[in-house]
């Protein structure tokens, strides 16, 4: 029986070899067959990784300048470090431009900020000072246009409070021109839940 189990033991030591010598003819059929297109997986996985480190250094890099320039924008304005801010970080860029007094022409360039909110900020800021226009004393639109021909041409908002907010400024400028039912009949636009609704109930009880 010693020498029968011997025997079996040694044939499945042979054929555990002959196992791994035929895996390794294959794997050799495999990577000749395949040897170019595995090159060439390796030389873009080590392209990616280069790619990748260099965006990560140059990202970085921008960052760092970004930042200087801010700080040395906020000593003292010039236009070479404003340049430096907006190629380096348009976003920091149109941040300081809102934050510094923008003019009108300024806020309609911020309307555009690929940064939503401040987009969203300068828009409501454009809007607001159309709305002012409409109440100045001296300004022919306070008396003459109908203030619902202005609030049609006034650009759309996409943040819903402040969508709430300005219907709210729309009514009272409608009521104090005169035209109490558009006034009510903006305020019925408002979210009848939010607390904007509970300003405009008691404006719509406004004589």
């Known amino acids: 029986m010693s020498v029968k189990n011997d025997l079996t033991q040694i044939k499945n030591e042979f054929d555990k070899d002959g196992q791994i010598l035929e895996n390794a ?3 050799e059929i495999l990577l000749r067959r395949y040897k170019k297109s595995l ?18 250094y140059l990202t ?3 960052h760092t300048k970004a930042n200087e320039a801010y700080r040395e924008i906020l000593k003292a304005q010039t236009p070479e470090l404003l340049e430096t801010l907006k190629q380096n970080s348009p976003i920091l860029y149109d941040f300081y431009l809102y934050t510094h007094n923008p003019s009108e022409e300024t806020l309609q360039s911020l309307m555009k900020s690929k940064n939503e909110l401040i987009a ?5 800021e454009h809007i607001q000072h159309t709305l002012d ?6 300004s022919e639109s306070s008396t003459d246009s109908n203030p619902s021909e202005v609030f049609a041409t006034l650009p ?4 819903k409070t402040l969508q709430q907010w300005l219907l709210l400024q729309q009514a009272a400028i409608l009521l104090q021109k005169g035209y109490k039912q558009e006034a009510k009949d903006k305020l019925m636009l408002l979210d009848e839940n939010s607390d904007f609704a509970r300003i405009g109930k008691a404006l719509r009880h406004y004589q």
């Open 25 to 27: 003819f294959r794997f």
């Open 39 to 56: 090159i060439a997986l390796l030389v873009l996985v080590m392209a990616g990784i280069v790619y990748m480190g260099v965006s990560s």
């Open 120 to 124: 969203q900020i300068a828009t409501y």
């Open 156 to 159: 759309p908002l996409q943040d």
């Open 60 to 62: 970085q890099q921008r």
């Open 133 to 138: 226009s409409l109440l100045a004393p001296s």
